[in-house]
């Protein structure tokens, strides 16, 4: 009965052969919140993490700011000629 290579330790890096051979193995590992380190020739190269849950996520909700913000009611009004002469340089 052959025996089944055990996947490699992720407490070191994994070289790029084995990562491609255990791909399957490395990916539920790191579903389980591990952090697996490929290298490549010995050089570390990528990281496999798991991914952070969708209910993790801090979503906006519309109307959380309401009245926290204040808009003066000249804001869109048109900028004074000095001011505008700055923005085109034009000569004053």
Do not use: C, N
């Amino acid at each position: 009965m052959r025996r089944r290579k055990k996947a490699p330790s992720v407490r070191e890096p994994v070289s790029l052969y084995e990562a491609k051979t255990h791909l399957s193995e490395l990916v539920e590992q790191a579903a389980l919140g591990r952090e697996i380190i490929i290298a490549k020739s010995g050089k570390p190269k990528a990281r496999l993490v798991p991914l952070a849950p969708k209910d993790t996520r801090h979503l906006r909700k519309p109307g959380r700011g309401k009245g926290r913000v204040w808009i003066a009611p000249d804001f869109d009004a048109p900028l004074p000629p000095e001011l505008l002469r700055l923005f085109t340089g034009e000569p004053g």
